[in-house]
Structure formats: C-alpha cells, structure tokens
C-alpha cells in the first residue's frame, strides 16, 4: 500500500473516532495553548520546522489552541526526550521534536541519562524522512567518499546520542573511517558556525537542515556532499555514494542497516506516554491533515525545508516496533563500534 494511500485511510479513521468523542473532549483544547519542545536551538532545523508546524496545525484541533515552541538542547536529543517522557503534563498539552534519538535506549542500555522507553512514548507522527549526509568546507581537502579512508576529518557534533556524534563513531569501527570527533556544539547552527571559523571539516546532518540553517553553502560551492548516511541514495545525490556502499560483509551491512534505520521514521513528534485517549486522537487527526495542508507543504519549503514520506503516528508506532525486533548481533556490533 502506499504511504499516501496509508495516510489517507488513517486520516479517516482519526475523523471518524473524533467525530465521535463527546463534546467535552471535543472542546479540551479551546483555550489552551499547546507547547512544542524542540532538542535543538533556535535557527536549527529541528526549530525551523516546529515553528512552521506551530503556524498550521492549530485549525484542526478542535478549540483553535494557541501554539509556543520552546528549545530544550542538549544531548543531541536526550534532555528533550527525557522531558516529554518524565516531566511533560500527561494532558495532551506538550509535544516535542525530539530528533532520531529512539534507538539510544538500545544503543546505550547502561547510561543512566536515558530515562526514556521509546515503545512506550505517544507517537503524533512524523514530518518526513531526515536521511543524513556527510558535508565537507570546500578548502579542506575532502573531494570523495574515498578520502575519508585516506585523512582524518574533524566533524563537528552536538552530543553523544545525536547522529553527528553516532555516525562517525559507527563508520570509523565498522567501516575504517578516519574522523575525528569535536563534540559539545548546543544546537546545529553552532556545528555550522564551526565549520566556518574552521574548528572542523564538516559535519553529519539532514540535508533539507542544511539548507534551512545554512541555504547558501551547497549552491555556492562553500560546502560539498561526499557521503550519504542511509540505506539508499536520495533522488536528489545520484552520484554521491552511501556509506552502504562501502559495506564488504553482511555483518557490516546489517550494522550500517540498523544505524540508519531511524532515519527512515524522519522527523518524529512525540507526546508523553498515557495522554487520555481523546486527546491522543485529536492530535494525531490534526497531525494527518497538517502533513497533507498546502499552506503548511509551502511554508516548509519556503524555509528550505522538504517534508517528504510523512508518516502517521500509528506508521511511526510500527517503525519503532521493527527498529526494536532488530538482531541483537547487529545491535551489539553497533554499540562495541560506540565504545
């Protein structure tokens, strides 16, 4: 069936079962204002989109509730996830972008900042696929894929459990890769303002972010793409190979498959694990007509942001189901190449 197809029939059905609901379920929201937390800092990829989504997606709840976004960085994800999960009003009044951070209780079973369980989080939905890719400040000596192999990169990253930390770490054990790691940058534009004052080569990150944060870099020629960090190529990179490319094993191929795997799920929107029922429906409802609203498609893409392969918040539950089934071999390969 296809994505579109899914959505649809999804959508429908979160109709039917608001349509239902009592009035006063109906009505929770009239009044309120719900409060979008975003794991990064403002001018980043992951604040640009919220705030766009913020913009839209109060015409379909019922009672028309105001919208803030607030920036909770830090630990590339952790801190925001850990705030919708333990602190966040279990009302329906609190959402988060918390970033490709559900795999890190898997990845990272023994570290005592991951107080979250992501099976168990209230998933809305997601804004599209973020599959990563590798850029590289047009002075350095970085041309190919090929020469990551040859010379030591320094990338920058926001914290251990963010993808500009992970993918590094993971390609260099898995793979032979050379980078090195400077790490503590608070959100996304600090990454790319290193980059710039030269503290580092380039960085890991999702291409449509790229040209949110810094639109210019790619079509000026001030930075160039040398690596794509997922399972396939984009449309858009026909030439510039994945680091599946590179994978000489199967062990090595499943490893890679299931690092890249939450990429597939995109840009995930998560609510606190328990919200009532009638809330939990209304905001995945909302969430299945805003990722379809032309004014919202326009806005992104006006801010430099694709939202291609939305998914729905019941898509994203069984993508989190089939991240957690994955061969325990092929996740402790990944968590040994972390160490």
């Known amino acids: 069936m296809r994505l579109s197809t899914r959505v649809l029939i999804g959508s429908l059905a979160f109709v039917a079962l608001s349509a239902a609901l009592p ?7 009239r009044g309120k204002t719900i409060t979008i937390l975003v794991g990064g800092t403002a001018g980043g990829g992951f604040d640009t989109i919220s705030r766009v989504m913020a913009t839209h997606m109060g015409r379909y709840i019922p009672g028309n509730p105001s919208f803030v976004v607030r920036d909770v960085p830090g630990g590339g994800g952790i801190v925001v996830a850990n705030t919708i999960y333990n602190l966040a009003p279990k009302d ?6 918390i970033g490709p951070v559900v795999v890190q209780p898997l990845l990272s079973p023994e570290n005592k900042s991951i107080q979250f369980d992501a099976t168990k989080i209230t998933w809305v939905g997601s804004l599209g696929v973020t599959q990563s890719v590798l850029i590289a400040w047009h002075t350095t000596p970085f041309k190919s894929a090929q020469d990551l192999f040859d010379k030591e990169m320094i990338v920058s990253g926001t914290g251990a459990a963010s993808t500009t930390d992970i993918y590094p770490k993971v390609l260099n054990a898995v793979l032979g890769t050379k980078f090195k790691i400077i790490t503590g940058y608070q ?3 600090e990454t790319y303002l290193a ?3 030269r503290e580092a080569d ?17 079509p000026s020629g001030k930075a160039r793409v040398i690596l794509q960090a997922s399972v396939g190529r984009q449309p858009s990179l026909p030439d510039v190979p994945t680091a599946m490319d590179f994978a000489k094993t199967e062990a090595q191929r499943q490893a890679l498959q299931f690092l890249f795997l939450p990429s597939e799920m995109g840009r995930p929107i998560a609510a606190p694990p328990g919200i009532p029922a009638p809330q939990k429906a209304t905001l995945r409802d909302a969430f299945a007509k805003l990722i379809k609203d032309p004014a919202f498609l326009a806005e992104a893409k006006q801010r430099g942001i694709e939202v291609e392969g939305p998914m729905t918040g019941d ?10 089934a994955t061969p325990k071999a092929a996740v402790d390969q990944v968590v040994k190449a972390m160490q």
């Open 23 to 29: 009035a006063s379920a109906q009505e929770f929201y």
């Open 92 to 97: 329906g009044t609190q959402m988060a972008y």
């Open 187 to 189: 959100g996304s534009k």
């Open 195 to 197: 980059i710039e004052r």
């Open 202 to 218: 380039g960085r890991f990150s999702a291409l449509d972010s790229i040209y949110a944060t810094v639109p210019d870099w790619i």
């Open 315 to 324: 898509e994203v539950d069984k993508a989190v189901t089939q991240i957690y």
